[in-house]
């Protein structure tokens, strides 16, 4: 079986998902992990094939002020909390759909398997075009639920 695993770009997302690639291929299955670029050394010492998410899915490895000096002239709180979740997980969506199209048109995986982070899955799920292959979404916690549910409470 050949298992097509993608994560948000945050080693918090991809550890949980290395753990599961690792027990697959302890069992002959192929992981395939498309994450960061600066993830690859985890991905590949994990035993697993490394695919790179495809433009602004991959915002890299600093702190988000790095990434978005912006976010500094906003009041820490809920401000920063909306700014880093639409920056984080809502604007990578394209780049995360192309990137999973590309990685499922290439190499046929049976399943993908995403980190709860990963809203491209979401957009594959939604797309009429898409490759007939189960979609599995994975998380170690309820944070990030809690974490929507603090943002709607925001916004209405």
Do not use: Y
Request: net charge neutral; glycine share 8%.
């Amino acid at each position: 079986m050949k298992i097509l695993f993608a994560a948000t770009p945050i080693a918090g997302h991809l550890n949980p998902l290395l753990t599961i690639a690792r027990m697959v291929m302890a069992r002959g299955d192929e992981a395939i992990v498309t994450t960061g670029a600066h993830l690859r050394p985890a991905v590949e010492s994990a035993g697993a094939h490394f695919r790179p998410l495809a433009g602004g899915a991959d915002f890299g490895g600093a702190h988000p002020q790095e990434i978005w000096p912006e976010r500094n002239a906003l009041s820490p709180g809920p401000a920063q909390l909306r700014f880093d979740f639409v920056r984080i997980f809502l604007d990578p969506i394209s780049a995360q759909l192309a990137t999973l199209r590309a990685i499922i048109t290439d190499e046929r995986p049976d399943i993908v398997v995403t980190d709860v982070g990963f809203m491209g899955r979401v957009a594959l799920f939604l797309d009429p075009r898409r490759p007939s292959v189960p979609i599995v979404s994975c998380g170690i916690s309820a944070l990030f639920l809690i974490g929507l549910m603090a943002l709607r409470s925001v916004l209405d």
